[in-house]
């Protein structure tokens, strides 16, 4: 079983990891520009130094103001910027320092930045390419026929010169170095402590959950009005814990009928089983003649028929209610229904004195099972020529709009406004003596309108003392697809 705090910790560490190591890896590459730029730029300008202390003369002859370069910081040894000047050729014209970088290989006017290893060592190079033209100096030409008398002086063109500018990546490097060591240990830390603290706020999140089950675990049998509470709670929560409390509302609610169910079903069975037991021991006193002990065996046996009769509707009922009545919903007519009703009901009618007619459409298309709602509806009708006087009347009548229905109304003893809630209920009865004599389980009422649950419908009732009642069930319309 995983845990909360688990999967909400396994995708964040990683997801934290990799948002450090990318802000790690943006620092350490926007200062690694930054240096290199500006290094770049200090080389650039030494490169455009060089090349301005190259001159041509006029002859041709290449010569460097040395001063220039000597004021640039050049040095021959290792630790110091350099610079080396090569010919349109690639041959080496100066240099200040041995070894020199090879010539650049690009014929276009640069700069071009390269890192290049020399003697072991990493050097940053800027390369420039060069076009100087000779000079156009008199005096100079006067020294040159001066020294070389007879001759003239030889006209000499532009000449293309590759200067490079070099410094070593020493510094640099160690300064990358050392923001690589202070990243890895800041971000590092950064990144347990990022673990450490998530952890910490998730489990205090938990604290509400772990209080809640706590109180759930306190409510039992003997606690069962405790609701879990919602101060201190988060807004996500409280949905969770308005269901948890709908739900031991609705448990709560069951139980108290569960246990009334109890006392009731024990002191409904109670009584025929006291009287069994006391017809078996009044047999059992002395010899019974034949026709008396008929007459005993009898009366035994009609008790056991109303055991009986209480069992099946409680076995009926408690399968209606926890959905193991089987149904097959399809096309049924409601009115046919009804009718059988009426018919099953006729000669108890008779018996009594109570007018029993039907009102009927012709039909009534309804979609559920005819056989539960033939039960339903008997049910109804027989408990209405139950407390029907004798010549009274029981009509059952029906009607289409706005959905399918079916009404039963008598014209028996009616029901107090106060019981009308309760009639519903399992074994209660108005008039508990009356209701044993007329022979009544008390469960038919129940049985009906679970039947009508179970179909998506309703039963209600409307009814005065002493003017008798109104009972309506009422069902879904039937889908177009049973109509036709």
Same mark, same amino acid.
């Given at each position: ?245 709908? *739900? @031991?509302? $609705? +448990?709560?609610?069951?139980? !108290?009928?569960?246990? =009334?169910?109890?006392? %009731?079903? /024990?002191?409904?069975? #109670? ?44 076995? *009926? @009922?408690? $399968? +209606?209610?926890?959905?193991? !009545?089987?149904?097959? =919903?399809?096309?049924? %007519?409601? /009115?046919?229904?009804? #009718? ?145």
């Amino acid at each position: 079983m995983s845990s909360i705090r688990r999967r909400i910790l396994l995708p964040l560490l990683p997801l934290v990891a990799l948002a450090l190591l990318v802000t790690a890896g943006g620092i350490y590459g926007s200062v690694r520009r930054d240096l290199l730029e500006a290094l770049d730029r200090e080389l650039l300008v030494l490169a455009r130094s060089v090349g301005a202390a190259v001159e041509v003369e006029p002859w041709g002859e290449v010569e460097l103001e040395l001063e220039l370069l000597e004021g640039l910081g050049f040095a021959s040894e290792a630790d110091g910027p350099f610079y080396v000047i090569r010919d349109a050729g690639g041959a080496l014209v100066a240099a200040s320092r041995d070894p020199a970088p090879g010539p650049h290989a690009g014929e276009e006017e640069g700069p071009w930045f390269e890192q290049e290893v020399l003697g072991g060592r990493t050097y940053r190079l800027c390369t420039l390419r060069v076009e100087k033209a000779p000079e156009d100096d008199e005096v100079e030409r006067r020294g040159w026929l001066a020294a070389n008398p007879g001759r003239e002086v030889p006209e000499a063109g532009p000449q293309l010169f590759w200067v490079t500018a070099g410094h070593p990546m020493d510094g640099p490097e160690e300064t990358l170095r050392m923001l690589r060591y202070r990243l890895y240990l800041g971000f590092g830390a950064l990144l347990v402590v990022l673990a450490v603290f998530p952890a910490w706020f998730v489990s205090r999140a938990l604290q509400a959950l772990r209080r809640l089950s706590a109180e759930a675990d306190g409510v039992g049998p003997l606690t069962i009005e405790r609701r879990l509470g919602q101060q201190g709670l988060d807004r996500e929560v409280e949905p969770l814990v308005d269901a948890l409390n709908r *739900a @031991l509302d $609705r +448990l709560a609610a069951a139980y !108290e009928r569960q246990k =009334r169910f109890t006392a %009731d079903a /024990a002191h409904e069975l #109670r009584t025929p089983l006291s009287a069994l037991r006391a017809q078996c021991e009044v047999v059992l006193r002395r010899p019974r003649e034949p026709a008396e002990l008929r007459e005993s065996l009898e009366a035994a046996h009609r008790t056991a028929l109303r055991l009986g009769e209480i069992v099946e509707s409680l076995l *009926a @009922l408690s $399968r +209606l209610e926890n959905g193991e !009545e089987k149904m097959d =919903r399809g096309p049924v %007519d409601l /009115a046919q229904a009804a #009718r059988e009703a009426v018919r099953l009901n006729d000669a108890a009618a008779e018996v009594k004195g109570v007018a029993l007619t039907a009102d009927l459409p012709e039909s009534l298309p309804a979609a559920g099972h005819h056989g539960l709602l033939v039960e339903c509806l008997s049910n109804l009708v027989e408990n209405a020529v139950r407390y029907t006087p004798a010549g009274g009347s029981v009509r059952v009548g029906g009607a289409a709009a706005p959905s399918p229905r079916i009404v039963v109304e008598d014209t028996g003893v009616g029901i107090p406004a106060e019981d009308q809630a309760r009639i519903f209920d399992r074994f209660y009865r108005v008039d508990k003596a009356r209701s044993r004599a007329e022979g009544g389980t008390g469960l038919g009422l129940a049985i009906a309108r679970e039947i009508a649950r179970l179909h998506g419908g309703e039963v209600t009732v409307k009814s005065q003392a002493g003017k008798g009642s109104r009972f309506e069930v009422s069902l879904p319309a039937a889908p177009e697809a049973f109509r036709r």
